[in-house]
C-alpha cells in the first residue's frame, strides 16, 4: 500500500477513534475524512492489525505510538523511516516493496539503538526522543526555563543530550501542543483508555497527567515521556497532583495523612506491569516532591 494512502487514513482512525462507537462507524468516518474506498481502508486495517501496529478493544480501535509518529512524521523524515520500520521490520521485503531501502548509516545505527530496547516496550524510546526533537525543532526560536533543573537519571540520557542538548522546557506551554497530544495519545494506548486507579472506562474524560509536573521538568523530552505519566481520572488526577497519593516502585499505594476519608476515594494500587524502570525515576521524584508526607 501506498504510504501517503497509509498515513492518511491512520491520522482519520486516530482522529475518529473516541467518536467512535463501533467499527462500522469508525469505517464510515474514516471513509468521509478521506473520501478512500472501503476496499482500500479495510486493508489498511488489517496491514496494521497484522504487523500490531493497530488493535481492537471490543469496538474501540487503539493504534500503537509507532503507527501515529509514521503518520505525523514528514515524508522521507528519520521519524518516518525508523516509525515505519518499528511497525513492520519483521517482514523486510514489505517495507522494501513499499519504498524503504535504509542505506543512511545515521539511519541504520538508530535502528541498531532500537534493536537493543526491550520489543515489550510500547514505543522505542530512542523513536520518541527523536519524534521529540522533530516536534521542537519546527520552531526556529523558543525561550526556555528550568535550565539550571536536574533531569531524572533516565537510562537513555546520554542518547538524549546527544540529540537534544537543550536543557530546560519552554516558557508557553502552548509551544509544545503537539508534544502534549502526543503524551496523550501514547498514554491512552498504555492504559486502554482506563483509569488504572478505579477502573473507569470514559475516554473524554480522562487526563494525561505528569508524573514530575510539567512546571518542573528539566527537559522537554521529560514533558513528552510517556514514563512520567498516568492517564486518570478527574478524581484520581486531583489527589496525585496535590501529593494526597503516590506510588511505590511496585505499585503500592501511598495515602497521605493530610487526605480525610480515603475510603470514599476508590483508590487502590497501581498493576506493577506499569512501573517501568524511568517510571520509577518519575515516580521517586513524585513521591519527594509533590507527595505531602
Not at 496535590?242 to 506510588?247: E, F, L, V
Request: aromatic content about 10%.
Amino acid at each position: 500500500m501506498n504510504k501517503n494512502t497509509l498515513k492518511q487514513i491512520i491520522l482519520a482512525i486516530n482522529e475518529s477513534s473516541l467518536e467512535s462507537q463501533s467499527r462500522e462507524e469508525l469505517i464510515h468516518r474514516v471513509k468521509e475524512k478521506t473520501q478512500l474506498a472501503r476496499t482500500t481502508i479495510l486493508q489498511a486495517i488489517d496491514i496494521l492489525y497484522q504487523y500490531k501496529a493497530l488493535e481492537w478493544l471490543q469496538e474501540e480501535v487503539d493504534l500503537f505510538p509507532c503507527a501515529v509518529i509514521f503518520a505525523r512524521s514528514k515524508p522521507n523524515s528519520i521519524t518516518e523511516i525508523l516509525s515505519y520500520w518499528q511497525m513492520f521490520h519483521t517482514d523486510a521485503s514489505f517495507w522494501r516493496n513499499n519504498g524503504f531501502e535504509i542505506k543512511d548509516k545515521k539511519i541504520l545505527y538508530y535502528i541498531e539503538q532500537m534493536e537493543k530496547e526491550d520489543p515489550e516496550k510500547i514505543v522505542s524510546d530512542t523513536l520518541s526522543i527523536l519524534y521529540t526533537d522533530s516536534i521542537i525543532h519546527k520552531s526556529k526560536y523558543i525561550p526556555y526555563k528550568n535550565e539550571d533543573r536536574t533531569i531524572v537519571p533516565l537510562k537513555n540520557r546520554d542518547f538524549l543530550y546527544n540529540v537534544m542538548p537543550k536543557k530546560g522546557i519552554p516558557t508557553n506551554r502552548d509551544i509544545s501542543k503537539d508534544l502534549q497530544v502526543y503524551f496523550k495519545d501514547t498514554l491512552m494506548h498504555e492504559f486502554d483508555r482506563t483509569c488504572p486507579i478505579c477502573g473507569i472506562h470514559m475516554p473524554h474524560m480522562l487526563i494525561a497527567s505528569h508524573i514530575k509536573p510539567f512546571r518542573d521538568c528539566a527537559h522537554i523530552f521529560e514533558a513528552a515521556d510517556h514514563n512520567n505519566g498516568l492517564l486518570l481520572c478527574r478524581n484520581h488526577d486531583f489527589l496525585f497532583d496535590q501529593g494526597y497519593i503516590s506510588y511505590q516502585d511496585d505499585g503500592t499505594l501511598i495515602i497521605s495523612k493530610h487526605l480525610k476519608h480515603p475510603e470514599h476515594y476508590n483508590l487502590k494500587d497501581l498493576n506493577s506491569k506499569y512501573m517501568s524502570e524511568n517510571r520509577k525515576l518519575y515516580m521517586n521524584y513524585h513521591r519527594k516532591h509533590i507527595f505531602q508526607d
